[in-house]
């Protein structure tokens, strides 16, 4: 065997050992997963409103769920960690995921999460930093 043979069978070797790129998904698939998502999971938040669109040069993954008052840290928790499994396919990868939680009781005020997608992904996807990093590196939470 010659040296480009053996070096092809290296390249193959290696891409079904390690496997290809992963397939990536248009904007309107990704929107499309997300109810899917949301459903498999009987405690997931009800969606209210999903957006992706560019804001200031910067592309954005936008949820608006309701949440229980007994639930409400995890339900962000859950809908930020499907954002970044969701987000990990996209064509084009999205630069901030926001979400808005509409508390049930009207006295308590929505708020808004704003939170990195890269970031979120390594933490909820790859795992490559713990909770406090994330929240605090990783996202901005404010009233509405």
Partial sequence: MNKKTILMMCIIITSMLFGGPKTKFSDQQIAAFV???FARDHHAPNISRIRIYAED???VFHLEIDVNR???EGQMDYTVSAMASLAQYAKIPFDTFI???HPSLRD??????EANATCSINYFVRKKMN????MKN???ISPV
């Fill in 131 to 134: 909770y406090d990093k994330w």
């Fill in 138 to 140: 990783c996202t901005k």
């Fill in 99 to 101: 979400v808005i939680m």
């Fill in 70 to 72: 007994n639930r409400y």
């Fill in 57 to 59: 040069g910067k592309k």
């Fill in 108 to 113: 308590l005020d929505s708020e808004l999460i």
């Fill in 35 to 37: 109810p899917k998502y």
